[in-house]
């Protein structure tokens, strides 16, 4: 599938802000099953000084600093992605999570060691027994590891409710698990605490689900939001492996991966620090367009035309 991405976010001050600086993690990550042709970020006011580069966990970063009197910040994210479905793998064959588990402990380096960073507790995702006790439910003494995030998968779908009114992002994990609600984000992160205090490595997924609208209505723009679910390293020969608790199901090729990291305040799309603010408000509109509703871009000068049943091939080049 192709799609168009657009994520817009505006800040509103209180009073005019005279200096700002942030991050950004908005561009699409270059993956085996995902590729990205061209991306760009308009930002205005437009910034004094501005910079790219990679962090930890290799998720494109955009650093810009605003200066001058300014009492609205417009931060646009514009990207072309096609994803393709992963091949699919035989649960049945995955190794034992106990494997997986001890494979994070092996003294010299190797894809287990390697993924085992992220078997440890992160700033919103505590370690506790209650979450392991939860977990091993699932994760019965030798069972293959794919089958129990499938059936992990789907448990946290059957028993919490989502509802957007519930938490905030400060909102703890535990009190999700108690109360058996809240949004993808909140699903993410207990998944990851559940599974982080049984040793299996998982890592926090930021990105976009393709949402169809129903049958006969038009797609709303800016009715998509980002999304979060979770990527669990199966062993070395399946690698890393998502699971969305949100939707019940391993995502395809409607999901579209942005950044990974421990938990969110290591993908947080846009963040920064303002100098004479006082208090804000934030709109975000996210709109994932599949291809097919539109037409592909052709770069032109500073603008895009977009032209139907053109195509562009994995080189990046055009073809009509």
Not at 148 to 168: C, H, L, N, S
Request: charged letters at 20%.
């Amino acid at each position: 599938m192709k799609y168009q991405l657009i994520h817009r976010t505006t800040y509103h001050y209180e009073g005019a802000v005279t200096v700002s600086h942030h991050l950004a993690k908005l561009a699409p990550r270059s993956l085996p099953g995902q590729y990205c042709p061209w991306h760009e970020l308009a930002i205005f006011p437009v910034p004094v000084g501005r910079g790219v580069h990679l962090d930890a966990y290799g998720n494109t970063t955009t650093y810009f600093e605003v200066e001058g009197k300014h009492e609205t910040l417009s931060v646009t994210a514009k990207s072309l992605v096609e994803v393709t479905a992963p091949r699919a793998t035989d649960a049945a064959k995955t190794p034992s999570w106990e494997e997986v588990r001890d494979s994070c402990h092996a003294e010299k380096l190797t894809h287990g060691s390697d993924a085992g960073i992220f078997r440890f507790a992160s700033p919103f995702v505590p370690l506790v027994e209650e979450f392991a006790a939860y977990a091993k439910q699932d994760f019965p003494p030798g069972r293959p590891i794919l089958e129990g995030v499938i059936a992990f998968t789907e448990r946290i779908y059957r028993e919490f409710r989502f509802d957007p009114r519930a938490t905030d992002i400060s909102t703890p994990v535990m009190d999700v698990f108690r109360r058996r609600v809240g949004v993808c984000q909140d699903f993410a992160h207990l998944m990851l605490a559940c599974l982080r205090s049984i040793g299996i490595p998982a890592r926090y997924v930021s990105g976009y689900i393709e949402t169809a609208p129903p049958p006969g209505q038009a797609r709303l723009v800016g009715a998509d939001a980002s999304h979060a679910w979770v990527s669990v390293f199966c062993g070395d020969q399946a690698g890393w492996l998502d699971a969305d608790p949100t939707n019940n199901l391993l995502p395809h090729d409607r999901h579209i991966t942005i950044a990974w990291g421990r938990d969110f305040s290591d993908v947080s799309p846009l963040r920064g620090v303002t100098l004479g603010a006082g208090s804000q408000r934030m709109e975000v509109a996210v709109d994932v367009i599949p291809i097919e509703e539109w037409c592909l871009k052709i770069l032109c000068a500073d603008h895009l035309i977009f032209y139907k049943n053109v195509k562009i091939s994995r080189s990046g080049t055009v073809h009509a």
